[in-house]
């Protein structure tokens, strides 16, 4: 194969040469000709004139190369400079073909571990069970009363969160040097009604209102010094929650579910607002007040309208020292208002209700009449 690179080369310089030189195009351009009316003459005449037309061929040709030649004579230095920049890499190559001429390191970076075990699919495994007096402490039961009860059986979460979960923990302990505590998983519907009715510093959400009865949620807290960690009063504690919440936005997927309720009651509102908040739901908006029966409001509309061009009609037409006659064409626009809407906002569960003030909407219908004039 490197045998054909000087080739290459040559076939490139003998193209340049003919776009770059005139003389050296126009002899081959001539013998070309002269080759080609050769050929086609010796299709038509007889032997000895076909002869006589090769023949003036071949002196044609000859004489193209001729003037070829003596142009390489008259410039053989600046031929042979050329052929030399053309066949040196040709050459180089040819010599070197058997060096090995890079050398490439074999030690490589690999990517970050965690990733590459999550590419390859490693299961995290659940950290030892917690004795069980660590959860009855005066600390836990003031932070979170009946611990004790609670469910912390990592099979019972969700599969896919369970190891986000675990390698949140993980971050944690590696990064941070947290070691981080299951308090509570999956919460039954009966358990959730119990630990809502302790009031709603604990929960707002009754039964089947909590992620928890998905097993799509989970209380953490730390563990230091074979005791549960819990309440943020303790700096540690607090620069641990910090900290967690941030790994659990790296790891943590976000569910979003969509709902549009209709509401003609504008008083209950709130109440729907503040039932959708012990739902989960924390973003609101796109609240908006329309008219259900707006014919009504656009036939006053048009009515009003009306009136208003045929005053102004008349009042116009006393201008002129005219009266104003039969109606002779009516055409009327109207704009139905959009809806007026309520701006989003975030919602607090512990927050007072939402307040909701209802408002106006404006009609407008634009009437052009034409009148006779008398």
Known sequence: MLLLLPLYFLLAVGVSALLFFPALRQGAARGVRACVAGVARGATR??????DAVGGTAGAVGRGV???LEWVRRYRWQVMIGLAVVSLPSLFAFVMRHNHTFVYSTQTTGPDRRIQALLEGERLAPPPALPPEAFTTREVELVRPKLAGASRNW????????????????IMREQHGYEMALIEGYRSPERQEEL?????????????????QFGLAADSAFYRDGKI??????PWAMRGYELFGQT???VAYQVSNTLSVRVRDIDKTGEILDKAVTLGVNQGGGISFTNENPDAAMTEARKKAMADAIAKAKTLAE????SVGKVLEINDQNFRPMPMPMAARTFDAAAAKVPVQPGENTYHVQVNVTFELK
């Open 319 to 322: 201008a002129a020292g005219a």
């Open 196 to 212: 809502a009715g302790l009031g709603s510093h604990v929960t707002n959400a009754g039964a089947f209102q909590s992620y928890h």
């Open 229 to 234: 960690v819990i309440s943020e009063k303790d």
């Open 66 to 68: 001729g003037a070829s």
């Open 248 to 250: 659990a936005e790296l």
């Open 46 to 51: 007889s032997a000895s004139q076909a002869g």
């Open 155 to 170: 099979d019972l979460l969700d599969a896919d969160f369970r190891q986000r979960l675990l390698l949140a923990y993980r």
